[in-house]
């Protein structure tokens, strides 16, 4: 009963760490004995104390029991290894939520706390741990970084009216609802279309993130986007990267970050796009259109988590943009799953991610 009670409470602080962490992952430390809660610590932001720094520096009591959300590192990073200190501070038992997959750790870390007799457990609220860092998870596995696909909709579909307007299809709220998701990620995309048609500075002006860095990446084929555009500015905080076709007529970099990938018929690759941005140290990408763009990420399924904000509203038309214009045999249709909803008074958001073939 108190594994579970303390790990939930090391689980909520964690996800403080929500959005500043990565590349590394969210870490909460609870700190217990004889059922009491004697310190605690969250991993807030990349090359800060680990979590297990801030619960146990303090600690003079020996014989407690650590709760941690993920397995504690046994190598020199950063900061030395975890394990170290805790030896040191005599804690007797540990319990972790899940092994840290990070090829310098996993399973060295338990391995090493029970070579000096310290007992461990693993496992508990092993699945919500692996939710709350599935980007982490996801970028340390392979070469791209995860990927979800936002957009604000009407309750049918659209993206915009059959004129092509799209302001303003979500209401405030959702606006609000989109500008903060942003915060969650270390990227976020869009294609040429929306930078030129909405003029967008995609920054981060919602309270909650304060200096945090985010980088705004766009997908412009020709490299024909105007310097005048909002997207060129506030570089410092929010880094803008800009993809181009390697065949594009004008190569003349625009920014730094400029990057000439290959193309097929629907437009860049993919593919090449994301290695690029995980090469960079992007573990997330939040996709927000418009609509050619998300459709391409879903075509290639390429995504691994779907935010949408659905407006209380019904735009219709057939030439009205939407995100799912490209559409599957009802047999391969995209599945979610654990999909949760969340009502507002004019619109409801879906988070949900793609069910993966069990290939
Ligand atoms: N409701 C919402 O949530 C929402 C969100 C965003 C935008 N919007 C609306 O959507 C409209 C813009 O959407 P859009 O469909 O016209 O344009 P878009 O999706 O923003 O951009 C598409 C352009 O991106 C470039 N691109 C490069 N590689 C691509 C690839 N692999 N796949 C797809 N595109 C690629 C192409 O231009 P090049 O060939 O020049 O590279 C393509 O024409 C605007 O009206 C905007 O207001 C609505």
């Given at each position: 009963m108190d594994d579970l009670k303390f790990m939930k409470i090391a689980l909520k602080l964690a996800r403080q760490g929500l959005g500043c962490t990565e590349p590394n992952p969210m870490v909460g430390a609870v700190v217990a004995k004889a059922g009491r809660l004697l310190a605690c610590g969250f991993h807030c932001s990349f090359g800060a104390a680990h979590a297990e720094t801030?619960?146990?520096?303090?600690l003079t009591v020996p014989g407690a029991t650590l709760y941690l959300?993920?397995?504690?590192c046994s190598h020199f990073g950063k900061t030395p290894p975890c394990v170290d200190l805790i030896i040191a501070k005599r804690i007797r038992r540990v319990v972790v939520a899940m092994l840290d997959p990070n090829p310098l750790v996993n399973g060295s870390g338990l391995r090493r706390l029970r070579a000096q007799g310290i007992e461990t457990r693993l496992g508990v609220c092993r699945a919500r741990a692996e939710r709350l860092n599935r980007h982490y998870l996801k970028a340390i596995a392979g070469p791209v970084p995860?990927?979800?696909l936002h957009a604000g909709l009407s309750l049918d579909g659209k993206l915009s009216d059959d004129a092509g307007r799209a302001r303003w299809v979500t209401s405030a709220e959702g606006r609000r609802y989109a500008h903060s998701l942003r915060g969650e990620f270390s990227a976020i995309l869009a294609g040429r279309g929306n930078i030129e048609a909405d003029n967008p500075l995609l920054t981060l002006r919602e309270p909650g993130w304060p200096g945090k860095k985010l980088y705004r990446v766009v997908l412009d084929s020709n490299?024909?986007?105007s310097r005048r555009l909002n997207i060129f500015k506030e570089q410092e905080r929010f880094p803008l990267v800009i993809f181009s076709s390697r065949n594009a007529k004008n190569m003349k970099k625009k920014v730094p970050?400029?990057?000439f990938v290959r193309h097929d018929r629907h437009g860049l690759?993919?593919?090449d796009v994301l290695r690029r941005l995980r090469a960079l140290g992007i573990a997330s990408l939040l996709v927000e259109g418009g609509g050619r763009v998300l459709d391409s990420f879903i075509r290639e399924r390429r995504f691994d988590e779907i935010d949408l904000f659905f407006a209380a509203k019904i735009i219709g038309g057939r030439n009205a943009a939407q995100v799912f214009a490209s559409g599957f045999p009802i047999d391969e249709?995209?599945?979610l799953e654990d999909c949760r909803w969340t009502a507002f008074a004019d619109g409801s958001i879906l988070r949900g991610y793609r069910k993966c073939s069990p290939d």
């Open positions: 801030m619960a146990l520096q303090r959300t993920l397995e504690p995860y990927v979800a490299n024909t986007l970050l400029h990057f690759l993919l593919d249709a995209l599945e």
